[in-house]
Nanobody
Framework: QVQLVESGGGLVQPGGSLRLSCAAS????????MGWYRQAPGKQRELVTTITRGGSTTAPDALKGRFTISTDSAKNTVYLQMNSLKPEDTAVYYCHVLRRGVDYWGKGTLVTVSS
């Protein structure tokens, strides 16, 4: 069972930046893919960005350039750097990993973009 713990959420003003962290309970080299999803109030969960073990990244065109995923294998951690935040980025952000065909999710961290 993989444990994922997100941190770094909070309140930020429009145009600001935030970095989310997701600490995994085992080596990230065990995961085929890692990523971030988000769910805004009243909406379905949606992809933010993913990265494979080989380093390939995926993200919706609307988020490319503002959101960046990275990893630190020494800390078993995946990060989400979010820049130029907008009110519509307000959501609960979830960490996700795919390990041997099984999906694992964190409990989420709330990001609120508001003045």
């Amino acid at each position: 069972q993989v444990q994922l713990v997100e941190s770094g959420g909070g309140l930020v003003q429009p145009g600001g930046s935030l970095r989310l962290s997701c600490a995994a309970s085992e080596s990230i080299f065990n995961f085929y893919a890692m990523g971030w999803y988000r769910q805004a109030p009243g909406k379905q969960r949606e992809l933010v960005t993913t990265i494979t073990r080989g380093g390939s990244t995926t993200a919706p065109d609307a988020l490319k350039g503002r959101f960046t995923i990275s990893t630190d294998s020494a800390k078993n951690t995946v990060y989400l750097q979010m820049n130029s935040l907008k009110p519509e980025d307000t959501a609960v952000y979830y960490c996700h990993v795919l390990r041997r065909g099984v999906d694992y999710w964190g409990k989420g961290t709330l990001v609120t973009v508001s003045s």
